[in-house]
């Protein structure tokens, strides 16, 4: 609790509004598990630190009591950074699959004129006499569709999700 909270001293004594005087969502969960005796479990808030850093957390409430009198209330904290972290590059590379998808199918989409462009001007450049000079133009056109077409065949590379495979090996005789 001092990691997540990011205090240096005991807490012993202090009185719970002073300890969570950032925190008004804590505080109010506590007032409410101590006078309506709601538990609270796994309650996600954003909680700010001592030093004024915003983490994410969990918090578990519970009554606690001795018989049937109210002691107070037993509070568990569950710091969510990694979690949250893990989150967001799961959210992350699905953006980025998402992307991929994108990009093979506007490749695709692309590559399509551009296979009539290339087959229209090679035919063009055919029918023109051997000494004529906008022969050089359109040679320079299909050179161009070319590295267009290498430049989508590296997108549609970079675009399709590589293969894994599994497989069952014995450990002993790997090592």
């Known amino acids: 609790a001092w990691r997540i909270m990011g205090l240096n001293k005991d807490v012993i004594n202090i009185n ?14 506590l007032i409410e598990t ?11 808030v954003e909680f700010t630190r001592s030093d004024g850093v915003i983490i994410p957390i969990s918090v578990s ?6 018989n049937k009198n109210i ?6 904290f569950k710091d969510l950074s990694e979690h949250k972290a893990f989150e967001d590059c799961v959210r992350r590379v699905d953006r980025l699959a ?3 998808e994108l990009a093979a199918g506007v490749a695709h989409e692309i590559r399509n004129p551009l296979s009539a462009i290339s087959g229209s001007v090679q035919i063009l ?19 161009e569709i070319e590295r267009l077409n290498g430049i989508i065949q590296d997108l549609l590379y970079f675009a399709k999700p590589s293969k894994h495979y599994v497989t069952s090996i014995n450990p002993n005789e790997l090592v």
């Open 16 to 29: 719970y509004r002073e300890l969570f005087s950032r925190n008004v969502k804590v505080i109010n969960i």
């Open 34 to 44: 101590l006078h309506a005796g709601k538990n609270f479990i796994g309650y996600e």
């Open 61 to 66: 409430t519970s009554m606690l009591k001795n």
């Open 71 to 76: 002691l107070g209330v037993v509070v568990v």
């Open 98 to 100: 998402a992307v991929g």
């Open 125 to 143: 450049v055919d029918e023109l006499p051997k000494d004529n000079s906008s022969r050089i133009f359109g040679g320079v056109v299909l050179k």
